[in-house]
């Protein structure tokens, strides 16, 4: 049975959830952070700051999203799923959401180019937007393997007057992206802001990005309540969401934390952070991580580029260790299916992403019979498409006698 | 202005003791960087840069993520673990090297904490290593780490950055064992073409509040930018202009020549 005493606090000036979090960062970066915990403290509690912030997510990124009865897969797995459609968001994906905080912020601070890291390019393409919007220059790294299997993103970034430089060294992946522009920063900090794209890094990033992510779970707390308020108390059974830094899915969590709901996050096999590492600093906090027997970070290997992380946020690393959530782990075999699975039965394509979160619905349906579950639908399977197109030709091909 | 107190170091403190008698005597202290297990001749290479007149020499673990390093010694860190190189491997490699002057590691924090801060301070000590150097982990992060580096007797170097406003540089240079390491530019590791303007600058606010050693790391690349940072600092680390002529191929006699060159440059004062 869920504890619904949890809750997702402040962490105080040192940034801990627990033994999880802090601020791992070289000396240059220290004062950058400390400015930036003080304007986000000072921002998140100013009315004017707040509604600039709504009006753009309303007006620019399309929130509300919508929460989606899945009828016809429902039927066939013996529960009742919803969605909660981030993928209907401006962008393609719930980055928007910390992406429109974090550069309004950046401006109010006053700096004019905004850094970011990205996997799959979702985070990247928001930045880029954001960027854009607001008239700030934008460098985004990413993964050369990244690059490879993302060129519609890649390509987007571009469009959209970003930089995309490549991250070659290490794993070519978002791991490396992320070093890439840590380092950036380090040497860039007068005038740039890190816009962070996960529940990740030093303090008072995970909690800051949680905060900007908020905003999915409270919408689904009150969607929720609307649609399933006549037959009980309002609150799914379960609620879960893919985890690979973990943003999507403490978005939707800080909804129903306080309540009876189960939490379940779904992290890939190749990247479970929480369900296969131990406790280590990376990227500026303490968290569980993928590492060898001598702290050697591990690549993670996903079909997702979005999950391909061997670390994942401090406050999720808590939650596991409280209880309060569980994680799942899926492997790219069941995302392949399940990403097929929804395309063809609610017509709806998800991004490989949160297909986690529904490959572990597919293989848990007898578990979950009979009970109401809430899917964080984080993005929308175009990026995909044509990777997807790739591996599913050459099952074909592998199936042909 | 306030100046740290000299307090003489109960136990321990061959580094920093070392350095203070060194700038006693009137030398500019030099403190060359080499990645452990880069090669098959890198203890070697700590020897000779030693011989050609280091005063101190900084070994790096290799890790897998270091974030605080440019190019050069992001490409000499892979071919450390490519090659099979672990912190142990490193620390028995070192033990017993019998450099002639006191060794420091840089690692990253994941390094220690994986192998328990504890024991990780033993085996710096043990492998005859007087100090360490983490350069992800901060002021506000840093005391679990002090109290198992300080237990063995191990000196902490931190790391002073341009943008620590005064107040934060006290307590840097207070906190710090060693030497100060005054990074001289905005930026991480790797050879520049020109010393920075913030290298002297950094220096210079160190000085003011410190009686330890300062020496300035991050972009001192040869013995003229070398002789200009010592025109305020202590003293220098030079890493990536090192290992470049390492990665080159140059062995121990290239890195000996170009340690002596420095030292030369130095000396002229």
Known sequence: ?401 | MTLTPTAPEAVGAQLEAHLRSRRAAGRKLLVPYVTGGYGDDWVDVVRAVADAGADAVEVGVPFSDPVMDGPTIQRASELALAAGATPGSILDQLHGSDAGVPLAVMTYYNIADHWGLERFASELAGAGVCAAILPDVPLEEVGPWTAAADAAAVETVLLAAPTAPDARLERICARARGFVYAVGLLGVTGARSALAATATEIAGRCKAVTDRPVLVGVGVSDAAQARQACTVADGVVIGSALVDRLLAGEGPDGAARFVAEVRAALDAG
């Open chain 1, 1 to 401: 049975m869920a504890d619904p005493t949890v809750r997702l606090t402040d962490p105080g000036d040192a940034g801990r959830f627990g033994d999880f979090g802090g601020r791992y960062v070289p000396e240059t970066l220290v004062p950058a952070c400390q400015e930036l915990e003080a304007a986000f403290r000072a921002a998140w509690v100013d009315p004017a700051f707040r509604r600039e912030l709504d009006d753009l997510l309303r007006d620019y990124a399309g929130r509300p999203s919508p929460l989606t009865e899945c009828h016809r897969l429902s039927e066939q797995l013996g529960l009742r799923l919803l969605l909660k459609r981030e993928d209907l968001n401006h962008t393609g994906s719930h980055k928007i959401n910390n992406v429109l905080g974090q550069a309004l912020l950046a401006r109010r601070m006053g700096k004019t180019r905004l850094v970011a890291e990205t996997g799959a390019g979702q985070h990247g393409v928001a930045t880029a937007t954001a960027a854009a919007l607001l008239g700030m220059t934008c460098t985004v790294y990413m993964g050369e393997v990244d690059i490879e299997r993302q060129a519609l993103n890649v390509f987007r970034m571009r469009l959209l007057g970003a930089e995309v430089r490549p991250a070659s060294s290490g794993s070519r992946t978002l791991k490396d992206a992320v070093n890439e522009a840590m380092r950036d920063w380090v040497a860039t900090v007068g005038d740039t802001h890190y816009c962070l794209g996960s529940v990740m890094g030093p303090h008072p990033y995970p909690w800051m990005v949680r905060e900007l992510h908020r905003v999915i779970g409270d919408e689904a707390r009150a969607q929720c309540a609307a649609l399933l308020g006549a037959d009980g108390d309002g609150v799914p059974d379960v609620v879960t969401a893919c985890v690979g830094g973990g943003s999507n899915a403490i978005g939707i969590f800080s909804g129903f934390v306080d309540t009876r709901a189960e939490l379940v996050g779904v992290e890939p096999a190749g990247g479970a952070a929480v369900g296969r590492g131990v406790p280590g600093v990376v990227h500026g906090s303490r968290s569980y991580l993928l590492q060898d027997e001598w702290g050697q970070v591990l690549e993670a290997e996903s079909i997702s580029a979005g999950l391909d992380y061997p670390g994942v946020g401090p406050e999720h690393s808590w939650l596991a260790d409280v209880g309060r959530a569980r994680y799942e782990q899926v492997t790219d075999a069941e995302v392949i299916e399940a990403f097929q699975v929804l395309s063809r039965t609610e017509g709806i394509i998800p991004a490989l992403e949160p297909a986690h979160a529904l490959a572990w619905i597919l293989r848990a349906s007898d578990e979950l019979s009979g009970r109401t579950v809430l899917l964080n639908l984080s993005g929308r399977g175009d990026k995909d498409v044509g990777q997807m197109m790739d591996v599913l030709a050459d099952r074909l091909a592998e199936e042909r006698p």
